[in-house]
C-alpha cells in the first residue's frame, strides 16, 4: 500500500510509468527498505535495480526473485508491485528465521516491463538476458519524442553511489511471485499457482495511409479514408480469430489530422496476438498482413510485426520444488499456464526459472480497481521464502 501511493491515481490505482520521477521516488522507497534490513543494492546499464542478502559462498550464482515496479497508466497495485515485496518479505523471513543461505539471494527490480512509455515492454530483462540488442532498445522513443537512453541517463543519475554489475552474470535460478491476472485461481479457491509455462505472443504496429480532404466537399467514392480502412482490417481479424482460444486486441489507436471535418488521412494501430500453441500462433500472425492487404481500400498500408515471443514451459525441477514448499506447509496448489507475458519469460533462456501465482479478485488486472486477498499474497510469499531458502541451501 505504500508503495502504491507513489503514482497513485483518484481512482485508487496505480500510474507508475518507467523511468518517470514517480518509478524514481518508488526506486528510493525500495532502496530505504534495503538499508534497514541490511541488503546490499546494485544496478546495472540498464537501470535493472538488484539487493542481495550475501551467502556464505559469496561467489556463488544467486538465487534471484523480483518483478517490476513499473505499471500501466491505468494500473492497478499489484502487477509486478507484489513480485517485488514479496521478496523483502521473504528475506526478511528468512534472516529472523536465523537460515543462512549458502547462496545469495537477490531481489531484482526489471526495468520498464510494461512497455507502456516505452514500447515493447520487458526492457530491463531482455537487455539482461541478450534477447534484444541494447542499441535497439536505446533508440525507442515515448509519445513526447523522449528516447529510452535520455530517461535511462537521467534515472541512472539520481543514484550515482550504487555500484554497477554487469548484464546477464550467472544465476542458480530466478522465481517470480505474481498474481495471476486472471480468474481461474479464485474461481477454484486454491491459493496458490504453480506455473507450468507462459503462452506466446506476436505483437505488430500496422500504419494505414490515405489522403485528407474536406468532411463535407469529397464525395464518398474518391475518399481515401485511413480511418475507414483501418477499421475493415480490424473487423476482418477480429472475424478471422475468433475462438476462445485466441486473444486479439486492438489497444493503441492513433488517427490523424484527428480532427472533426477533415477525412483522417493516416492511422496507426496496434495487433497484440496470443495463444498457447506455438504452431496456431505462427499460423495466426503470419495471416495478419494478408488480412490488412485485402481489406485496406484505397488506401495503403504497412505491417511492422515489432516483437515476437515463443510458447514455452518452466523446468519441471523448479515446479517441484514450488509444489514440494507449499505441500510442506500444508498449503493447496496448482499447475496453472500463464496467459499474460512476464520477465520469467525472458529469464526462462538464461537460468532455471518459474513462477508462482496468487489469486486476484475477478481476475481484474491492468486496471484500476485491480484487488487481492492480503491472506492470499502473504500465503504466496511463505511458499516463495520456502522456495529460496530450499534453492539457496
Known sequence: MKLARIGGTENDGVCRLALTDEEIEARRLLITWADEIGLSVYTDDISNLFFCLEGTETDAPPVVTGSHIDSQPTGGKFDGAFGVVAGFEAIQAIQESGVVPTKPIEIVVWMNEEGSRFSPGMMGSEAFTGRRPMEQILEV????????????????????????????????????????????????????????????????????????????????????????????????????????????????????????????????????????????????????????????????????????????????????????????????????????????????????????????????????????EPSDLATVTRVLAVTLAKLAS
Open 141 to 372: 522513443k515515448d509519445v513526447n519524442g523522449i528516447r529510452t537512453v535520455e530517461a535511462l541517463e537521467k534515472t541512472l543519475a539520481m543514484f550515482p553511489n550504487i555500484k554497477r554489475r554487469s548484464l546477464g552474470f550467472p544465476m542458480t535460478a530466478f522465481i517470480e511471485a505474481h498474481i495471476e491476472q486472471g480468474p481461474i485461481l479464485e474461481e477454484l479457491g486454491v491459493p496458490v499457482g504453480v506455473v507450468t509455462g507462459i503462452q506466446g505472443s506476436r505483437r505488430f504496429r500496422v500504419r494505414v495511409t490515405g489522403d485528407e480532404g474536406h468532411a463535407g466537399t469529397l464525395p464518398m467514392s474518391d475518399r481515401k479514408d485511413a480511418l475507414f480502412s483501418a477499421l475493415e482490417m480490424i473487423g476482418a481479424m477480429r472475424q478471422a480469430f475468433d475462438t476462445d482460444q485466441v486473444k486479439f486486441t486492438t489497444g493503441l489507436f492513433q488517427v490523424s489530422p484527428n480532427v472533426p471535418s477533415v477525412v483522417p488521412s493516416n492511422v496507426l494501430f496496434s495487433i497484440d496476438i496470443r495463444h498457447p500453441d506455438g504452431q496456431t500462433l505462427k499460423r495466426l500472425g503470419n495471416a495478419i498482413s494478408g488480412l490488412c492487404e485485402e481489406n485496406r481500400g484505397p488506401c495503403a498500408v504497412e505491417v511492422m510485426e515489432i516483437a515476437t515471443s515463443d510458447s514455452l514451459e518452466f523446468p519441471n525441477e523448479i515446479r517441484a520444488c514450488i509444489s514440494n514448499s507449499a505441500q510442506e506447509l500444508g498449503i493447496e496448489n496448482k499447475p496453472i499456464l500463464s496467459m499474460a507475458g512476464h520477465d520469467a519469460r525472458q529469464l526462462h533462456y538464461h537460468c532455471p526459472t518459474g513462477m508462482i501465482f496468487s489469486p486476484c479478485e475477478e481476475g481484474i488486472s491492468h486496471n484500476e480497481a485491480e484487488n487481492c
